[in-house]
């Protein structure tokens, strides 16, 4: 068993609540029925509105970040989810979320557990269970575990489009984890400006 399943106890209130997203792509959540109720205008394609618990979604693991566990709950590939993307990763001891920019979203990061610090624009303030940050599109944002336990946080995107960054900085769980290297996660970078802007390449 996971540190995430471990610790869901919390958790699987939170994201029951928010989450409308399938385990995995065309597969609902164990004991649902697919039920298609909004059109998604982009591309003719149907949500599906389903309940997922805390370890339900696409498991995957960073590449980068040093192999941080990731769960991609929400989006167009795993719901049909038109706009809205939601993701669940517990950062480990000592690990940032480098600095970076959403030209094209809104963020909300929500801490689930562990302690760190968040720099958000020109502040920056301690972290813990229960804090909130919402980032606006284009605020600077990086945020480090500072304590000595996974940090894990959930995170909702106002539009799609990084979670595609984050499949390419991972790999499905159970698959071998290669680091990237600087090259490779440069050029990932440079594919997604549209979606997220780091201040280092």
């Known amino acids: 068993m996971d540190f995430l399943t471990r610790h869901s ?21 164990p004991g649902a029925t ?3 109720t909004t059109s998604n205008a982009a591309g003719g394609h149907r949500s599906i509105p389903l309940i997922l618990a805390a370890d339900e979604g696409e498991r995957r693991v960073r590449r980068v970040l040093g192999g941080a566990p990731l769960i991609i709950k929400v989006d167009r590939q795993t719901a ?14 000592g690990v940032a979320i480098p600095p970076h920019r959403h030209p094209g979203a809104d963020e909300i990061i929500f801490v689930h557990s562990g302690t760190g610090i968040a720099e958000l624009g020109d502040k920056s303030s ?17 945020v480090r575990n500072t ?19 984050l499949r390419d900085t991972s790999v499905p769980e159970g698959q071998p984890v290669l ?13 997604h400006l549209g979606h997220v802007i780091y201040e280092l390449p």
């Open 9 to 29: 106890a919390v958790g699987a209130t939170f994201i029951g609540f928010l989450t409308l997203g399938s385990c995995a792509p065309g597969v609902p959540a």
């Open 80 to 93: 049909g989810a038109p706009e809205f993307v939601m993701a669940y990763e517990a950062l480990p001891p």
């Open 179 to 191: 680091p990237l290297s600087s090259a490779e996660l440069a050029a990932i970078r440079a594919r």
């Open 34 to 36: 697919p039920t298609p």
């Open 126 to 142: 301690a972290v813990a269970a229960g804090s909130t940050i919402y980032i606006p599109r284009l605020t600077r944002i990086t």
């Open 147 to 165: 304590g000595t336990e996974p940090l894990v946080i959930v995170a909702i995107f106002s539009q799609p489009g990084f979670e595609e960054l």
